[in-house]
């Protein structure tokens, strides 16, 4: 496939070695004529020499904004790439920021780091068009209005093709947008891409065949994690301040956890469900968030919730602080499996962190059995290939396309099919959920790992690889996260430190059904502003 041009169907940077090169819009180079603004920072020159303090202060708080090409930007698009999307809301109703100056520095910054992998599609001049529109109506009352997001490729954003990260996809533009989308967009926020996600979420590295992997701005020869990869490395390398994901088993809180970020999967049904989501034997896929900051997550989170029509308590006030002590069971090891040491002493200095703020905290084992990954593996491998049956049913897509891991987690026969549906998928609507259930009835919360270990290299986890090799490399990453999607519990990743490498660790938070708030107030207390 050739190389993606704005505004025509197509995937970002085919050739894994290169990065799509394309003129700068017609508006881009309007706004370079009416205002030069600062020149782009001579990074060979170092910081302390070119003396601009702010930026160094705005790298230092968002050092993934290192992996950007920082020759190409402009001190100031550097500066506002550390805002908070509550900051900037602000500084935008203060007619202290413009929206076009906002959206256009974010767009730079996702110029920049364009080789980090992570453009399914580039909406560049629709959002510099969008905030035009808002400037010149001067109307910033929506809670969010200006501020930068990217939205994920595998949910529909109108007049854009669903992609799902596969090329085995037509390039139709969708119609309208999801419903979940619609209610993001409504808080007045601005996409300026729809961000990369592996083949139909089933990775857990977003490292599509033929493109550019989704690198990790915290170390570009690691893995950003998946399936929401691509929204991960634009809020961890400061292009936006927050962004959309989806989980299905993992997939907001690993990136989330393996890029240093708080990453949200909501109780079920909190947002609107995914589409085709009913038609699933186990409802395991959600919509959720990546963010830097804790208010502004909690404070999306509380605009787009839609819970109490699904019969779940309304979030309430989020934001309130934490004002009693809470019960926490943890775990370190999954069954069958050792967390990394590195990993193990981030979880236990949360559990005494934890104890520090005053919460009673409490060992217990793993509230599942080696059956739990067992089932999840064959309803997983159910999805897979009803997904290829829908692709091979469409004229218009090309299931042949399918990369060599999807085809291999597809590969089932009708026995094996019947048995996910009959045995697996009650089990884990079921027992295993019971399993989970069960916890929530002595304690408030359940601490362990998000992920094993650290970001894996690139290459890893590559979907061209067969299934028989890359499966138990996968199962290894995904060993914590699966449980609270079959369970429909709240479940957030909270960064928990570093390696000794530097590679961030993040340590996973649940609750019961329902009970999303108190992950959200834990997290504000735990990431205090």
């Keep these: 496939m050739p190389p993606r041009i704005e505004g025509t169907p197509g995937r970002l940077g085919v050739n894994p070695g290169t990065v799509e090169k394309r003129p700068p819009s017609k508006g881009l180079k309007r706004s370079r004529r009416r205002k030069a ?89 629709r959002a510099l068009a969008q905030a035009k529109e808002l400037d010149r109506v001067g109307d910033f009352s929506a809670p969010f209005a200006g501020v930068p997001i990217v939205i994920k490729a595998n949910v529909r954003l109108e007049g854009v093709p669903t992609t799902y990260g596969s090329r085995a996809m037509p390039d139709t533009p969708a119609a309208e947008s999801a419903e979940h989308v619609r209610d993001l967009l409504a808080l007045g926020v601005v996409p300026i891409l729809v961000s990369t996600s592996s083949e139909f979420g089933f990775n857990g590295a977003t ?58 999967k909501p109780s079920r049904r909190r947002l609107p469900l995914l589409d085709h989501a009913e038609k699933l034997p186990v409802l395991i896929n959600t919509p959720g968030l990546l963010a830097r900051d804790a208010k502004d997550l909690s404070t999306a989170m509380r605009l787009l919730d839609r819970g109490a029509a699904s019969g779940l308590a309304p979030l309430g006030d989020v934001d309130a602080p934490l004002n009693r002590k809470l019960k926490v069971a943890y775990y370190v090891d999954p069954v069958g499996r050792t967390a990394d040491p590195e990993v193990r002493e981030a979880t236990l200095r949360m559990v005494e962190k934890l104890k520090a703020h005053g919460h009673e905290v409490e060992a217990i084992a793993p509230p599942y059995t080696q059956g739990f990954e067992t089932d999840f593996l064959a309803v997983y491998r159910l999805v897979a290939w009803a997904v290829k049956r829908s692709l091979s049913k469409d004229p218009k897509a090309d299931a042949s396309k399918l990369e060599p891991f999807s085809h291999g987690l597809a590969d089932r026969n009708l026995f094996q099919v019947g048995l996910a549906r009959l045995w697996s998928a009650p089990r884990l609507n079921g027992v295993h959920t019971r399993r989970v259930d069960a916890v929530f009835e002595k304690y408030d919360l359940l601490l362990n790992p998000t992920v094993r270990r650290v970001a894996p290299k690139v290459g890893e986890l590559s979907p061209a690889r067969p299934y028989d090799e890359m499966i138990d490399n996968l199962m290894d990453v995904v060993a914590y996260t699966p449980l609270q999607n079959v369970s429909g519990s709240p ?36 990431m205090p502003d």
Excluded: C, W
């Design 37 to 125: 603004g600062p020149r782009p920072l001579n990074v060979k020159d170092g910081f302390e020499r070119v003396g601009d303090a702010r930026v160094k202060a705005a790298l230092d708080q968002v050092p993934g904004m290192r992996a950007l090409r920082l020759e190409t930007l402009s001190p100031r698009a550097i500066e506002l790439g550390a805002l908070s999307a509550t900051e900037t809301v602000r500084r935008l109703r203060a007619g202290e920021l413009t929206a076009v100056e906002v959206v256009q520095a974010a767009i730079d910054r996702a110029r920049a780091g364009e080789h980090l992998g992570l453009v399914d599609h580039p909406l560049y001049e």
């Design 207 to 264: 490292e599509p065949v033929g493109a550019l992997p989704a690198r990790n701005p915290r170390d570009p020869s690691r893995t950003a994690g998946g399936s929401s990869g691509g929204t991960a490395v634009a809020v961890s390398a400061g292009i936006v301040p927050f962004g959309h994901g989806t989980d299905g088993g993992g997939s907001i809180r690993i990136p989330a956890s393996l890029t240093g970020l708080l990453g949200m």
């Design 491 to 526: 479940a957030i990743s909270v960064p928990a430190g570093d390696s000794r490498a530097g590679l961030p660790i993040g340590v996973q938070f649940s609750a019961a059904r329902g009970n999303d708030g108190l992950l959200l107030q834990l997290a504000r207390q735990l």
